[in-house]
């Protein structure tokens, strides 16, 4: 055994250690120069994803992070490099950008060591042809072919031994944002290539086609393993797009590269100009290093935009002033102007500022004259620093009420009360908004009022928390002439009972289909009906609304002096992100149904158009068909010096009060809520009941704090002021008056 050990380690010395530590342990194992990545950043790759591989490369440590496009790949750029990172967006226009001799130095690059990371089309790149007529020019490096899927979602991503045996990743579900990957299906061997499945499809999504396709569950999202000398780490889902999922990006160098990689994150300085930075269609070489000198110079806070990110997220309400990079021809910074000029003036007309240049300063002209016109990005950088030393203007005020405004009243327990729909109310000038607990519903908390928002949550625990009287006067203020708008929990609550042991009031003549189990969530496409045309004015034939778990109703038992029509319908299969079996198919059932209940009048939607800004004119228009008026579009957008605050809400009156009685409207703060992980790099402060306060022992928190971010924490009583007092860097107030004093100190 001796002499074979030694045979052995003199091979590995004639070989080179490298070679020798390659293939036990990972090809970069104990290099102490730095680890040189290329991101890819030509076309078909200019989007968020792009953005967010930048900045995770361009500030890991011991690290360099090089853009480059089809042009620079085919002369040379992975010459020097040791991992290419390819992102999502189409892997079409990335191999068509390459070109033959780029996508042949991208196999060579690989095949003798390099290392080579592809997220979404970055994996559905070096796959193989699913067809020989196909001209999407795959580049054949692993053996599985594109399986056709579609939607967006958060997935749960099921990773197994193997993931954790070659990338330390660890084993078990993780829940990564999905946006129309592939599913890989297993192809024809590949010479030099050997991959394994590291990671399944924990559940199914398809909410953007009718046509039926099979379940994505079970099937491989992640691969991995060697072509050549060299190592390819392909996921078809996004986790860049999170810092809670960072773990697989590490995970993945650690395979492709051997180096257990770390970088930092940003952090929002008080008083910093937030500036986004507009990236669809406005990528290239140039623009990649500006980001690179934006996100690590620490002199702005700075946020992508995309179109997408701007009508569904409402991005732009966060910046103060916006960069619009030169872009192919006229198309850079487009995503401001096509189906968002609305948005984009609003924005200027508030004080915001936009400066362009190159393409987008010619799409400006076009579009939107009143956009700062540059030079280049020096110029822009000059005006934006200019612009960041004006004096800050005393915000606008949030309009008055008007004389009388209407009553709306919101169902609010544990699980919470529909915040997006009653700040819509609170900060409209004609409607007021009072909160109902479920005992209000028996004693009177009903009388007056004009309309009654039931929210989503758990039908079940809201039906029994009313209990039966209150149920019986929910029956009655309808019955009698009051408005009901049911979302999600609330539209289930006015169906007919389904199944046993799941209560409905039954107002009107349909039941839910009820699936087994839970759908999930996922954006889905509707289709509007004749009436739903009438409802939803000026709005399109086919919308796509966010869903989470609502009813899919079909017709139930005919119910006397009642008139309720069908207005849209689900165009979308399948939703079920929550388990791995597939679901009933939802297409063709309802989703919207509205019309008169005896005197009363309901509107009934069963998925969430209030979850994104560019479908809030649904739930006005929901508003109005039940009492004439629509809510005005006034918006909680940021006030240039705001601080930037995330409030985690909680469910008692006290706090529910100061939130839309007076934090809202307080124009030295920029408040929001609903936040995930990626928010935390852009605030000044985090707030929260210590009724709430689990979170908080989240890493990313932890990091917020440490970076210099303030948490400020409610505690009432001595023992949740004892639990407070054990989170690093909170500051403890007894009330929430004493939040405003606690962020500004």
């Not at 995970?251 to 492709?256: D, S």
Request: with cysteine; net charge positive.
């Amino acid at each position: 055994m001796k002499k074979i050990g030694m045979a052995i380690l003199l091979l590995a010395c004639a070989l080179g250690m490298d070679a020798f530590t390659q293939v036990v342990q990972g090809p970069d194992v104990g290099r102490t120069a730095p680890l040189r990545i290329a991101v890819y950043v030509g076309d078909g790759a200019r989007n968020v994803g792009a953005f967010r591989w930048l900045e995770i490369t361009t500030r890991a440590k011991n690290c360099t992070s090089t853009p480059v496009d089809g042009e620079a790949v085919r002369n040379g750029a992975l010459d020097d490099v040791d991992v290419l990172v390819m992102p999502g967006g189409s892997s079409a226009d990335e191999a068509l950008s390459l070109k033959e001799e780029g996508r042949s130095k991208v196999k060579e690059f690989v095949k003798r060591g390099g290392g080579y990371i592809g997220t979404c089309a970055g994996c559905c790149l070096v796959m193989q042809e699913s067809s020989p007529k196909s001209k999407k020019k795959r580049l054949d490096m692993i053996p599985f072919t594109f399986g056709a899927s579609g939607g967006a979602a958060t997935m749960p991503v099921k990773f197994n031994d193997k993931a954790k045996e070659m990338c330390g990743i660890r084993k078990g579900v993780w829940k990564v944002r999905y946006h129309g990957g592939p599913v890989l299906i297993p192809g024809k061997p590949v010479d030099d290539a050997k991959i394994e499945v590291l990671a399944t499809y924990a559940g199914d999504v398809n909410s953007s086609s009718s046509k039926p396709r099979p379940s994505m569950a079970g099937r491989a999202a992640v691969v991995a393993g060697t072509y050549g000398k060299g190592r390819i780490f392909a996921c078809a889902v996004h986790p860049e797009s999170d810092v809670n999922d960072h773990g697989i990006l590490r995970g993945a160098f650690k395979y492709v590269a051997g180096r257990d990689l770390e970088w930092d994150y940003p952090q929002r300085k008080r008083g910093q100009l937030a500036v986004g930075m507009a990236v669809d269609h406005s990528f290239g070489v140039e623009t990649a290093k500006l980001i690179q000198r934006l996100v690590t110079n620490g002199e702005f806070d700075v946020i992508p935009l995309s179109a997408e990110r701007i009508s569904k997220e409402g991005v732009l309400h966060q910046v103060d002033a916006v960069l619009a990079p030169d872009g192919p021809g006229t198309s850079g910074g487009k995503g401001l102007y096509s189906g968002n000029l609305s948005r984009t003036q609003e924005f200027l007309k508030r004080g915001g500022r936009i400066f362009a240049w190159g393409g987008a300063a010619q799409a400006a002209k076009k579009h939107c004259p009143e956009v700062t016109c540059v030079a280049d990005a020096e110029a822009a950088l000059a005006a934006l620093r200019a612009f960041a030393a004006e004096p800050v203007p005393a915000p606008a005020p949030f309009p008055a009420k008007v004389a009388k405004p209407l009553k709306a009243a919101i169902y609010c327990d544990k699980d919470g009360s529909n915040v997006i729909i009653a700040r819509m109310l609170a900060l409209s000038p004609e409607y007021e908004v009072k909160f109902l607990r479920a005992a209000d519903y028996a004693n009177g908390g009903l009388d007056g009022i004009d309309f009654l928002i039931q929210p989503g949550g758990s039908c079940k625990g809201q039906y029994e928390a009313i209990g039966t009287n209150g149920i019986e006067k929910l029956r009655k203020y309808v019955l009698e002439g009051g408005k009901y708008y049911g979302v999600c929990a609330g539209a289930f609550m006015a169906l007919q009972q389904s199944r046993p042991g799941w209560p409905r009031i039954g107002i009107v003549p349909y039941k839910g289909d009820d699936p087994s189990h839970y759908r999930g969530g996922a954006p889905i496409k509707i289709e509007l009906t004749k009436e739903g045309e009438e409802v939803f004015e000026g709005s399109s034939n086919t919308r796509t609304v966010e869903y989470f778990g609502g009813p899919a109703p079909v017709p139930g038992e005919p119910v006397e002096d009642v008139d309720v029509k069908v207005l849209a319908r689900y165009v979308g299969r399948t939703i079920n992100t929550a388990r791995p079996e597939p679901v009933e198919p939802m297409n063709g059932k309802w989703a919207f149904l509205g019309g008169r209940v005896g005197k009363g009048k309901v509107f009934i939607s069963c998925p969430h158009p209030e979850l994104t800004l560019c479908t809030y004119d649904m739930v006005r228009a929901g508003i109005k068909y039940l009492t004439g008026v629509a809510p005005s579009q006034v918006c909680n957008a940021r006030a240039r010096g705001a601080v930037a605050v995330l409030y985690n809400i909680s469910k008692n009156d006290e706090s529910l009060k100061f939130y839309f009685d007076a934090f809202l409207r307080d124009r030295r703060f920029y408040v929001r809520t609903g936040f995930n992980a990626n928010d935390y790099a852009h605030a000044d402060a985090i707030v929260t009941e210590m009724s709430e306060a689990s979170w908080l022992d989240a890493p990313s928190v932890r990091r917020f704090a440490k970076r210099g971010g303030k948490i400020v924490v409610v505690a009432r009583n001595d023992k949740e002021r004892a639990a407070a007092a054990k989170i690093a860097g909170a500051v403890v107030v007894g009330s929430c008056a004493e939040i405003p004093a606690a962020i500004l100190n």
